[in-house]
């Protein structure tokens, strides 16, 4: 930063600041199921970073966080905080601050005592306890609720004390495990931006599990996607989005046509007996070490022309019908049926040519637009 900026004072000036990178190196925890919860798990969380766990339901993400937290012990594998081994530290030697669905709090203590408790735990003399209460409150945007007890406060309200109560004491990292599932979608929406901010202002490195694609996608940094307790791809939302190595990947991440191919493809690929052009960079890794692939398209890159028409030179094109038409606004989809049952979409501005269902079209998109992934 040039000498010359002045430097914005932080919001919470004497909250203990850590930014502290997680190491995992082929971890595993086997319960003894079919197949391991988590099964081989490799993963450097950098310092300040805020990283998310997506996936489905049972893919491992909690089991992941718990190993982090040490509320479950590694079957093999390595656990380093900042280099420093943590796999036989008890949970509360790895000083890390957590926050869970239900709110957790005491309920026969005030909200300023929830904040204060893990600070008395540490001993933390008193004046200096107030202090921080009333900083990290302010910080959560909870001023002037201090002698309110939880059950006096909304959901939203209480999951903002549970957070004040995870950050106040400085933790190594902020460990959150799908913290607004319980919330209604308005209130979700505003604790997620919350959430970003307090991310910002502390600076520490924030761990976040969900299921919610949306969530993880406005939130992150990076997102570590799992599936079947093994790490499908990890990378910005943007990377996960725009370049998906997997057919997983493309599919948990947002909507896409998916033309499923017969072989691994060379500089073009035929499907249902259309040869299509393929640009070599739009072929991920994995689908080249692959035996089946795929060829997905984002319906904000579907492009409909009336039936028979000629498609722009670089450009790959397929006969479709309209199957249907929703009208949402300032934007259309629409569903296009194609040879083989495969359902396409389209994304369209609500200006572009009306079009009816039935209809007989070509559906086109670029050839750097397509991406070519494992299956
Ligand atoms: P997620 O958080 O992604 O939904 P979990 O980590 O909770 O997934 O679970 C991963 C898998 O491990 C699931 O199949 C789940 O049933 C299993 N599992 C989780 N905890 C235990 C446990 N304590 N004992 C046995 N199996 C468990
Ligand atoms: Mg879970």
Redesign the pocket.
């Known amino acids: 930063m040039p000498a010359t900026t002045t430097a914005v004072p932080p919001v919470a000036p004497t909250l203990p600041r850590a930014g502290t990178e997680i190491r995992l190196t082929d971890v595993v925890k086997d319960?003894g199921?079919a197949v391991p919860?988590v099964d081989g798990v490799s993963l450097t969380i950098e310092p300040g970073e805020f990283m998310t766990l997506l996936?489905p339901?049972?893919?491992?993400?909690?089991?992941?966080l718990n190993l982090i937290a040490g509320f479950e012990t590694l079957t093999s594998g390595h656990i380093a905080f900042n280099g420093d081994d943590v796999g036989s530290l008890p949970p509360h030697k790895r000083n890390l601050g957590m926050l869970f669905q239900n709110y957790a709090l005491f309920p026969h203590l005030t909200v300023a005592q929830n904040v204060a408790y893990p600070l008395r735990e540490r001993k933390v003399p008193k004046a200096e306890i107030s202090r921080r209460v009333a900083e990290v409150l302010e910080l959560v945007q909870l001023p002037g609720r201090d002698d309110d007890v939880p059950a006096q406060l909304s959901g939203g309200q209480q999951q903002r004390v549970a957070l004040a109560r995870a950050i106040v004491f400085g933790p190594k990292a902020l460990l959150l495990d799908e913290p607004l599932g319980a919330l209604d979608r308005n209130l979700r929406g505003a604790l997620q931006a919350e959430i970003q901010r307090i991310h910002r202002e502390v600076g520490s490195t924030f761990v976040f599990?969900t299921h919610d694609q949306e969530e993880a996608m406005s939130l992150s940094d990076r997102i570590a996607l799992?599936n079947s307790?093994r790490i499908e791809q990890v990378g910005t939302p943007e990377t996960l989005y725009k370049a998906p190595e997997t057919l997983f990947t493309a599919s948990f991440l947002g909507d896409s046509t998916v033309f499923e191919l017969a072989h691994v493809p060379g500089s073009s690929v035929g499907w249902c007996g259309h040869t299509w052009a393929v640009d070599p960079r739009t072929v991920s890794d994995r689908a080249r070490a692959a035996e089946h692939a795929a060829l997905v398209v984002r319906p904000e890159d579907v492009h409909i022309a009336p039936g028979g028409a000629a498609v722009p030179p670089d450009a790959n094109g397929v006969p479709a019908t309209v199957a249907e038409v929703h009208y949402l606004g300032s934007y259309r989809t629409v569903a296009l049926s194609h040879a083989d049952g495969t359902v396409g979409r389209a994304r369209l501005d609500a200006s572009e040519t009306q079009l009816a269902v039935g209809q007989p079209v070509t559906a086109w998109w670029r050839v750097e637009r397509q991406r070519i992934v494992a299956r």
């Open positions: 319960y199921l919860a996936g339901s049972g893919s491992g993400k909690t089991t992941t599990v799992f307790g």
